[in-house]
């Protein structure tokens, strides 16, 4: 996996970017949404943080021209689960301000955990992003630098602690169901 903001020297040096289309996804997770005692579980507050983020734009600010495109859903056209006809929320952050007040969640404190894997060493400048739009939407986001592993088993075990109401976790897409099961259930559940 290439950092996508090398892309311009390698085409600079005459090379091609080529390989497979659409076969992963970033994405934020509402971590813990089924749970009452956090704001994702109610439907608004996730509605206005969609609404919040300008994705069009923090795609082309991330991802050079032909490296990042801008998804609809968490699984990728190759994936079981695909679903061609979901459209992605527009950039509406006054609907977001408004959708906020009407749960009385304005100025809403949300964690965002900040850290990278080898296969998105963006991520870090994505979470920059969205916490950006959050805030100018009427959130009060905070970014949390952390290793992966000092989280791992709060997130796996769906044990974050309040007031955490926003967890990050990106979620690398395989090219089957199966496959994502394996790696991000069944090995979880045996230390893998």
Not at 70 to 94: F, K, N, Q
Not at 150 to 163: E, Q
Request: hydrophobic share 40%; net charge neutral.
């Amino acid at each position: 996996m290439m950092d996508p903001s090398l892309a311009p020297d390698i085409r600079g040096a005459g090379l091609r970017i080529m390989g497979p289309r659409d076969v992963q996804i970033q994405f934020v997770a509402f971590l813990q949404s089924w749970d009452p005692a956090f704001a994702t579980s109610k439907l608004e507050v996730r509605k206005a943080m969609n609404l919040a983020i300008d994705m069009d734009a923090l795609v082309k600010a991330i991802y050079p021209e032909g490296t990042g495109t801008r998804a609809a859903s968490v699984m990728p056209p190759l994936m079981e689960g695909h679903d061609p006809s979901l459209t992605p929320y527009p950039y509406d952050p006054r609907e977001a301000r408004r959708l906020l007040k009407s749960v009385g969640m304005e100025g809403l404190k949300v964690t965002l955990y900040q850290y990278t894997f080898a296969q998105g060493p963006e991520y870090p400048r994505i979470q920059e992003t969205v916490a950006a739009y959050l805030e100018a939407a009427g959130f009060k986001p905070s970014l949390v630098p952390v290793d992966y592993p000092a989280i791992r088993s709060k997130v796996v075990t769906g044990k974050l602690d309040p007031p955490a109401v926003l967890g990050t976790f990106f979620m690398v897409n395989g090219s089957s169901l199966d496959n994502n099961l394996r790696i991000l259930v069944i090995s979880h559940k045996v230390g893998g």
